[in-house]
């Protein structure tokens, strides 16, 4: 599918049953989400409803309005210290492979929670992924560090690298973080073509 013809907008409650399938699609057949039990839509839908707001959530859709890939950030680390750091993930339909839409969904995420006064975006790529390795490196993340045998999967013991995207190194005190909606208009990430860099 060209990339042209796929849509990337905020997701929706009338998105979350198709992500959960989505994701379900690498919890069952994958490395790249260590959960082991297939999610229920339910556990999307209180997600989404607590996050949305102060994370970006974008789903790529097709024109029969198929769900194509998703990205989305939620906390790093709930302590207050932790505030202006953000976790990252990004999820292609099969499919929809290879033909850049993970950097397209990548590209608008980040630049959303740039936009809204984050500092840092973190990570976690388990092994191997030599995909999403290449996939964060070109959207400006670092490896910083990866922790061995760190979960267990499908017979085998997996590493987990991390990867980290600063957006400032400046050491003034943070400012005070935007919501979704405040900034959305600026980075135009309620509506757009999908016209990012290859890469998954």
Known sequence: MHRSSRNIRLATASDLSAVC???????????????????????????????????????????????????????????????????????????????????????????????????SVVAGVALPNPGSAALHRAAGFEPVGTFRALGHKHGDWHDVSYWQRRFSTAAEPPGELRTVAQVVPVTGGDAGRDAGPGGE
């Open 21 to 119: 399938e989505l994701v379900n699609v690498y919890i069952r057949n994958s490395t790249a989400n260590f959960r082991t039990e297939p999610q229920e839509p339910a556990e999307w839908e209180a997600l989404w409803k607590e996050l949305h707001e102060r994370y970006p959530w974008y789903v790529a859709t097709a024109p029969d309005g198929e769900l194509a890939g998703l990205s989305y950030a939620r906390p790093w680390n709930p302590r207050g210290a932790y505030a202006w750091s953000a976790e990252s993930t990004v999820y292609v339909a099969p499919g929809h492979q290879g033909q850049g839409l993970g950097a397209a969904l990548y590209g608008r995420l980040l630049a959303t929670l740039q936009a809204q006064g984050y500092r």
